[in-house]
């Protein structure tokens, strides 16, 4: 049995229907892209780690927050509280 490197593991962990980032690359995409692909990405890998500095392109990113439905909490004081 051949032993992975943990990117390969990470790759295949990945969610599919997910949104693309800013290069418009979706999971499936890198998921199905064969051992070809998960080789260079783990050689990108090693080589971030090594110079422990990353690609310039990826200091950009997109924050796009997604505001969820307000709950309502109500407060009981003692008297309303049942035992």
């Not at 295949?12 to 980032?21: E, F, S, T, V």
């Not at 990353?54 to 950009?60: F, I």
């Amino acid at each position: 049995m051949d032993i992975l490197p943990p990117t390969y593991n990470i790759i295949r962990k990945l969610k599919n229907n997910k949104a693309p980032g800013s290069d418009n690359i979706v999971p499936e995409l890198i998921k199905e892209g064969g051992q070809k692909l998960k080789h260079k990405i783990h050689t990108l890998i090693l080589k971030i780690w090594e110079k422990e500095e990353l690609p310039v392109d990826w200091e950009n990113s997109i924050l796009c927050p997604i505001y969820k439905k307000e709950i309502e909490y109500s407060v009981k004081t003692t008297d309303q509280l049942r035992y």
